[in-house]
C-alpha cells in the first residue's frame, strides 16, 4: 500500500483549476471542499492555477476564477501560483525519472497504443524515437491507497504506460502537478473523487523521486440530471455570481456537510459555520 506522508501535524491545501473556463459547480464543489478540509484544521489554502496546456486555455479564466473564488468567500492565501513558471523543475524532475531509467520515448500514434491508451509495441527498446516521453508504470503498483475520505479506494486499471511530455513539447498534467504538489510543500490535497487514478500515478511519481506524497482526500463526483461529471468539455453552465450564497448551500449539500441556519445570509457567515461543522467522515462515495 502506497501511503501519504505528510503529517496532520502541519496543513498546507491547495485549488488547483485548469484555466479552461469559468468555474462550474463541479468546481466550485472541490474549491469549497479543499477549502474547508484546510481551514477547519488551521491550515494555509493556496490557488494554483494549472496553465500548462495552451491550447485548451481560455484567457479570460485567469480572471473570472479568482473573481467566482472571492465572490463566494474562498479567500487563498499568498498570491496566485501559475504551473506555467515551473517548467525547469518540470524539466529536472524528467532528467532525475530519465536518469533512473523510469522514461521512454515513443512515438505511436493514436491508432497504434493499446489499453488505457499505453504504449504496447517496441518504442521502449529502440533509441531514434522523436515523439512522446513516456514514465514505464512499474509491475508490483498496488490499487489502494489511503485516503482520507474513502474507506478503500480502487483504482481500477492502471495503464503500462503514461505520457509525462507530449509530442508537442508541453508537460503533461501528470508530471506537473506531481512535482508542483511536492515543490510547494503541500500536505493535502483534496480533489475530486475523478481524478483517483490520477492521484495514483502522482504518487508513483513522488516514490520514484523518494519523496514522500502529499495526503490524498477524493470528493463526491458532481453529475447532471443525466448521471454525466459536470465539466467545462461537456458544457457545464458558470456558477452565477449573482447568487453565491444559494451556491454554497448547495455545494454544501453535495458534500452532505450541514446546512447552514438560514438566517445566514452572507458568505462569510456561511463559510464560518461551514468550517466549525466540517466532517470528513460523511464524504465516502
Ligand atoms: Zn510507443
Not at 189 to 206: A, C, N, P, Y
Not at 217 to 233: A, E, F, R
Amino acid at each position: 500500500m502506497i501511503r501519504g506522508g505528510a503529517t496532520d501535524l502541519i496543513y498546507r491545501g491547495r485549488f488547483a483549476p485548469s484555466p479552461t473556463g469559468p468555474l462550474h459547480m463541479g468546481s466550485l464543489v472541490t474549491a469549497l471542499g479543499s477549502y474547508l478540509d484546510a481551514r477547519s484544521h488551521g491550515g494555509e489554502w493556496r490557488l494554483r492555477i494549472d496553465d500548462i496546456d495552451p491550447p485548451r486555455q481560455n484567457k479570460a479564466s485567469f480572471e473570472s476564477i479568482p473573481f467566482c473564488l472571492e465572490s463566494h468567500g474562498l479567500t487563498w492565501d499568498g498570491s496566485i501560483i501559475l504551473q506555467s513558471q515551473r517548467r525547469e523543475a518540470h524539466e529536472r524532475a524528467l532528467s532525475k525519472l530519465r536518469n533512473a531509467g523510469y522514461l521512454f520515448a515513443c512515438g505511436c500514434t493514436r491508432a497504434t497504443l493499446g489499453e488505457l491508451g499505453a504504449c504496447i509495441s517496441d518504442c521502449r527498446d529502440r533509441i531514434d524515437i522523436e515523439g512522446s516521453v513516456r514514465y514505464r508504470v512499474p509491475n508490483d503498483v498496488p490499487d489502494l491507497f489511503d485516503d482520507l475520505f474513502l474507506k478503500k479506494p480502487r483504482v481500477s486499471s492502471l495503464p503500462k504506460n503514461f505520457i509525462v511530455k507530449r509530442r508537442d513539447g508541453l508537460i503533461a498534467y501528470q508530471l506537473a502537478t506531481a512535482i508542483d504538489d511536492l515543490d510547494e510543500g503541500y500536505t493535502h490535497v483534496i480533489r475530486g473523487g475523478d481524478l483517483l487514478e490520477s492521484s495514483l500515478r502522482q504518487m508513483i511519481i513522488h516514490q520514484a523521486l523518494g519523496r514522500l506524497s502529499p495526503k490524498y482526500g477524493h470528493l463526491p463526483i458532481v453529475t447532471d440530471q443525466s448521471g454525466n461529471k459536470l465539466s467545462k468539455q461537456t458544457g457545464a453552465p458558470a456558477v452565477d455570481l449573482d447568487t453565491p450564497n444559494a451556491n454554497l448551500r448547495l455545494a454544501l449539500g453535495i458534500l452532505r456537510q450541514p446546512n447552514p441556519p438560514k438566517y445566514m445570509d452572507c458568505v462569510e457567515d456561511i463559510l464560518r459555520h461551514a468550517t466549525i461543522n466540517w466532517r470528513r467522515d460523511v464524504l465516502a462515495f
